[in-house]
C-alpha cells in the first residue's frame, strides 16, 4: 500500500460488509518504520497490508462472503469509499454455475473480489 490512511479507510470500509475489521498493527519499530495492519474477522488477522511500493502485475485478491447480499454490500461498500469498478455484482457463470462476484480496484490498482458460490 503506497499511501497508508488511504489504504486503511479503503479496506475498513470496503471489507467491512465480510466482517473485516483491523486487529493488529505491527509496531513501526519492529517494521522498519512501514506501516503493517492485519485485518481479518475477529479475533484473528488472515490479511495483510504493508506500507510500500505496489508490486508490478498488480494482485487479485478475492475474499469468500455468506451470500449475494454480502457480495452487493461489499461492492457498495468499496466504492463508497473511492474503489473504482471493475466488475459491479453479478453471475458468473464462465467461472462455474453458482458463481456470484464483484471485482473493485483499491486504491493501488489492486483487483478485489468477493465472490459466493452458492445457489440464488
Known amino acids: 500500500m503506497s499511501d497508508p490512511v488511504q489504504s486503511r479507510r479503503f479496506y475498513e470500509q470496503a471489507l467491512a460488509p465480510l466482517g473485516y475489521k483491523v486487529v493488529m498493527e505491527v509496531p513501526v519499530e519492529f517494521t522498519g518504520g512501514a506501516v503493517v495492519l492485519g485485518m481479518g474477522v475477529p479475533p484473528q488477522a488472515d490479511f495483510w497490508l504493508h506500507q510500500g511500493t505496489p508490486q508490478k502485475p498488480r494482485v487479485h485478491i478475492a475474499f469468500r462472503a ?16 473511492g474503489g473504482k469498478d471493475n466488475g459491479p455484482p453479478g453471475p458468473r457463470p464462465h467461472y462455474h454455475e453458482h458463481y456470484y462476484g464483484a471485482f473493485v480496484l483499491d486504491p493501488d490498482g489492486h483487483n478485489i473480489e468477493a465472490c459466493c458460490h452458492d445457489p440464488a
Not at 455468506?66 to 469509499?81: C, M
Request: hydrophobic share 60%.
Open 66 to 81: 455468506q451470500s449475494r447480499a454480502t457480495v452487493d454490500a461489499f461492492y457498495a461498500a468499496a466504492i463508497a469509499a
